[in-house]
């Protein structure tokens, strides 16, 4: 398996390169744009294509020649392998076969666009495409929104401003970060609130280039002041002050300080 620059030729890495060179044959998603990347640096190997229309006849065939102890790369059309493509399934069958599977990392949109982001990166979910459809989306959507981690999307431009509401509307305004056209010339990153990217993409129409989205993580939620009012309205005739605050911090995971000073208000309140 063998990433693939996202955009600037110039990403390849030595040993990929290396790797491509001494392949006997190449599968790639596309073989045309492959071949692009091969002609920019002067290698010219056989191409086979593997992807989500033939990866069931091609795996078979591909085995065959990992068994006859062939170097076969897997590239993807841009990035690393097995990130929203049919790769893993050859991996999976591969090691299921004793063969020997081997990565040669390196671009990656995900990463990338995290990196980028400004957004806590110590731990994150790639969720991949969302549905194209409103219901189905904002099903997926609110299987991750209780995860505490940054969010990483893949999405089409067309979608951008309809996805971008529909992540405000079930994960909460969070921040958020639109990346495309990574590493290329026009690379571009906008950040804000989900809410404002939403608008001004629908104003200004779908952008150009390839979508990476970074999500922050779930927003915490303050206290809640009218849970905590009425257990010490029920606590504070008949307990101390602190001992209620304590009692009642524990109950609602709330600070020790912020429900002491709410029971000393509503004390100095019952007295005037």
């Not at 091969?38 to 010219?44: E, F, K, P, V």
């Not at 591909?62 to 897997?74: E, F, K, N």
């Given at each position: 398996m063998l990433a693939t620059p996202i955009g600037n030729a110039r990403d390849i890495s030595l040993r990929g390169l290396e790797a491509l060179k001494g392949a006997a044959v190449i599968c790639a998603e596309d073989t045309r744009v492959t071949a692009k990347l091969?002609?920019?640096?002067?290698?010219?190997r056989p191409l086979l294509a593997y992807n989500d229309h033939n990866a069931a006849s091609m795996r078979p065939r591909?085995?065959?020649?990992?068994?006859?102890?062939?170097?076969?790369?897997?590239v993807s059309d841009a990035g690393t392998p097995l990130v929203s493509d049919p790769g893993y399934k050859l991996v999976r069958e591969a090691l299921a076969a004793g063969l020997p599977v081997h990565a040669v990392p390196g671009p990656s949109a995900v990463l990338a666009g995290l990196t980028l982001s400004g957004l806590p990166s110590d731990r994150f979910l790639f969720a991949g495409f969302l549905p194209s459809r409103a219901g189905e989306r904002a099903t997926a959507l609110g299987d991750v929104a209780a995860i505490p981690a940054t969010l990483i999307f893949f999405e089409s431009a067309q979608r951008l401003a309809e996805s971008l509401a529909a992540m405000a509307d079930v994960l909460g305004d969070r921040p958020c970060a639109v990346a495309r056209e990574l590493t290329k010339r026009h690379e571009e990153v906008r950040r804000g609130l989900l809410s404002e990217l939403a608008a001004r993409y629908a104003?200004?129409?779908?952008?150009?280039?390839?979508?990476?989205?970074?999500?922050?993580?779930?927003?915490?939620?303050?206290?809640?002041?009218?849970?905590?009012?009425?257990?010490l309205e029920a606590a504070l005739p008949f307990m101390p002050v602190k001992a209620a605050a304590e009692m009642i911090a524990a109950l609602t995971g709330a600070s020790k300080k912020q429900v002491y000073n709410r029971a000393l208000e509503m004390k100095d309140d019952a007295k005037s």
């Open positions: 091969l002609a920019i640096h002067g290698i010219s591909i085995l065959a020649r990992l068994a006859a102890g062939q170097a076969v790369v897997l104003a200004s129409g779908p952008p150009k280039g390839e979508v990476t989205i970074v999500v922050g993580p779930p927003l915490e939620s303050g206290p809640d002041f009218a849970r905590i009012d009425a257990a």
